[in-house]
């Protein structure tokens, strides 16, 4: 490709471009990103580096038309070509990125952006079950690469995601993946006072001290946590900081962060800070890392908000709800910690008031979901059909972010459920990116809300009880599949969990023909009385867990 007159000076300003973006002042690297750019208009390592700039920012539509626009110019250009599958990604163009990294797949073998790229695709079209493979082929082009992390949890996503995986590999690949993570020789040992009764040092790693809906529930532990007792410390591995963030800061003891630094450096500081139990939080998840507990850094260890056991004896255990306890498929290496109320989540202040149950204008039942597409395994197609069959007449309405707005995405699925026997005017789409209220409001427009499996919603299942929708959910043999079955439990509907499909289609269609006579605002005032909306409890429930385990290790030092 043409430099574009790409000379000494241009690189300098580019180089300058770079730094002032990996400093996060985005002001002036986008001012010397445009320098650059004027300077060398037709410089790939230009264009494809503002093209992520541009993506990192939210800008992925104008990135889009740039690296289009450029990879026209010069279509053999790999680096523009994945520059342009990675933005047609960040815009929910699925579908087109899919075609680009299908080509740079077979052009590059054995490299692991394009697997990877293609499994997120994939993953991003509702098609959990196809995206395994490129996400194991992925992590084994990676060996010895500090991409293997991303590319483990990506995998083992996909895993959880995925409908008919055999159980005994989940665990196998878990325990796998501890492996490799922890190191060779971990320090042996701790010297912190052995005295059951006194305050106890809890460390808490997380990536999810910011605007998350893990935040929403590790807020109550940390706003609650009886101070006379325990003082808290805070691990952040946040390189956005927002007005969450601040308030998290706020409420620690202690603060620290560990963006920048290995599993080991991190694993240091918490032995010097001399943590008595530490708590890694979704170690499956985003920028979480199980990788600095497996230092043992700390006596007592604890996983939570996890979606499945971490696969180490570095923990004492993984911390779970009862319902989600009993499935039998997830083999832990730690022990399982039953909490009365694993799962708990603020009432929705800012949520809209419950509505009328909309059958009551519409003349039929509308089914829904706010589940990401990514949990749309193949039973999950099944399920929702057959809920559908069971009901003549009735909608199904899906909502998650923008995903829908592309024509090819819903397309697509409209293609799906017509291969189960759905008609594709059965199917609606609305839009939910326009913050917390409009978000809520999209439950006004269901009757009824269908689950995922085997990867249940949380987050999506409380959000539609406090909102006055019931929700039918299958119950399965593994944490993540007996999640919202949990959930249900806990506002006295465990009826609505079915154990297979006959029984979640006969759910959907009881709970169709009650429709309207619907009383959400009971089932609202149902949800805030329940256990899980008590933040105090919910954090002295934590604290029994932090003492008994606390004491059992001061016993063993005698």
Excluded at 339 to 361: D, E
Excluded at 456 to 479: C, D, H, K, Y
Excluded at 508 to 526: F, G, Y
């Amino acid at each position: 490709m043409n430099s574009g007159g790409f000379d000494e000076g241009s690189q300098t300003v580019f180089a300058a471009a770079m730094r002032a973006r990996d400093s996060g002042d985005r002001a002036l690297a986008a001012a010397l990103f445009g320098r650059a750019l004027a300077s060398a208009p037709d410089d790939p390592n230009v264009i494809y580096n503002y093209g992520l700039f541009l993506i990192s920012g939210g800008e992925a539509d104008l990135a889009c038309r740039i690296l289009n626009e450029a990879y026209a110019r010069s279509p053999g250009d790999a680096m523009l070509a994945s520059g342009l599958g990675i933005a047609l990604r960040s815009s929910g163009r699925y579908a087109l990125a899919e075609q680009i990294w299908r080509t740079l797949a077979a052009a590059m073998p054995g490299r692991p952006q394009p697997l990877y790229e293609l499994g997120q695709c994939l993953a991003g079209q509702a098609k959990p079950e196809e995206s395994v493979e490129p996400f194991r082929a992925a992590l084994a082009a990676a060996q010895g690469t500090e991409q293997r992390d991303l590319l483990w949890k990506a995998y083992l996503l996909a895993l959880a995601y995925a409908d008919g995986i055999d159980p005994q590999l989940v665990r196998d690949e878990n325990r796998r993946r501890a492996t490799e993570l922890a190191p060779a020789d971990p320090v042996a040992g701790h010297d912190n006072d052995p005295d059951p009764s006194r305050r106890l040092r809890i460390g808490y790693v997380s990536s999810d001290f910011r605007f998350h809906s893990v935040a929403r529930t590790m807020e109550a532990l940390f706003s609650r946590h009886d101070r006379s007792r325990y003082e808290i410390f805070a691990y952040a591995h946040n390189a956005i900081v927002d007005e969450v963030t601040e308030k998290f800061r706020s409420m620690a003891d202690s603060w620290f962060s560990t963006v920048g630094l290995d599993d080991a450096a991190v694993a240091r500081r918490i032995r010097a800070d001399r943590i008595d139990v530490l708590v890694t939080s979704a170690a499956h998840f985003d920028e979480n890392r199980l990788g600095i507990a497996l230092h043992r850094p700390a006596p007592v260890q604890i996983s939570i908000y996890d979606s499945a056991p971490t696969g180490s004896d570095a923990f004492d255990g993984l911390i779970v709800d009862p319902a989600m306890a009993g499935g039998g498929d997830d083999h832990p290496s730690e022990r399982l910690l039953r909490l009365r109320s694993m799962y708990f989540h603020p009432p929705l202040a800012l949520a809209p008031p419950v509505s009328q149950p909309p059958v009551l204008t519409n003349g039929y039942v509308t089914f829904g979901s706010a589940n990401h597409p990514s949990k749309f395994s193949r039973r999950t197609f099944t399920l929702w059909a057959s809920a559908l069959r069971a009901v003549p007449g009735s909608r199904l309405r899906l909502k998650s972010g923008t995903r829908y707005d592309e024509p090819s995405m819903r397309d697509a699925l409209r293609a799906r459920f017509a291969e189960l026997g759905i008609e594709r005017d059965r199917l609606h789409f609305d839009r939910g990116d326009l913050g917390l209220a409009a978000h809520l409001s999209f439950y006004g427009r269901i009757d009824i809300a269908l689950d995922t499996t085997p990867f249940n919603g949380a987050t999506t299942t409380f959000e539609s009880l406090w909102m006055g929708v019931p929700v039918v959910a299958l119950r399965g043999r593994t944490i993540m599949s007996r999640w919202a079955s949990a959930v249900l439990a806990r506002v006295g509907r465990p009826d609505w969990a079915a154990d297979d499909e006959a029984q979640f289609a006969r759910l959907a269609a009881e709970l169709a023909a009650s429709a309207p006579s619907q009383d959400r605002a009971k089932l609202r005032a149902c949800v805030g009385s329940s256990t899980m909306c008590d933040a105090g409890r919910h954090a002295r429930d934590y604290e029994r867990i932090y003492r008994a385990l606390w004491r059992r290790w001061c016993r063993r030092q005698r």
